[in-house]
């Protein structure tokens, strides 16, 4: 099994950053591809950005520009630098892997809010 884990997000000022991490753990052999998602309320979830193991990256066009992933799979790791934040990339964010012979794993999710 992989189970993945979100941190860094938090309250911002427009025009600031954060970074958020993703720490898997687990099989971790297994992930392949690890992505970003949203969700603000009333709003379905949408991808933000994802990153394959083997370095492959796709970005929304919402963020491209201002949001940077990154990753380490060989330790577990996948970050979502977000610069020049905007009071509508306010959601909560949930990281998302895909592992082989397993599927889709979720973390819990964590709260970004950018105040005007």
């Known amino acids: 099994q992989v189970q993945l884990v979100e941190s860094g997000g938090g309250l911002v000022q427009a025009g600031g950053s954060l970074r958020l991490s993703c720490a898997a753990s687990g099989n971790i052999l297994r992930l392949y591809a690890v992505g970003w998602y949203r969700q603000a309320p009333g709003k379905q979830r949408e991808l933000v950005a994802v990153?394959?193991?083997?370095?492959?990256?796709n970005y929304a066009d919402s963020v491209k520009g201002r949001f940077t992933i990154s990753g380490d799979f060989t330790e577990g790791t996948v970050y979502l630098q977000m610069n020049s934040l905007k009071p509508e990339d306010t959601a909560v964010y949930h990281c998302?892997?895909?592992?082989?012979?397993?599927?889709?794993?979720w973390g819990q999710g964590t709260q970004v809010t950018v105040s005007s």
């Open positions: 998302n892997g895909r592992a082989l012979g397993v599927g889709d794993i």
């Open positions: 990153i394959t193991r083997g370095g492959t990256t």
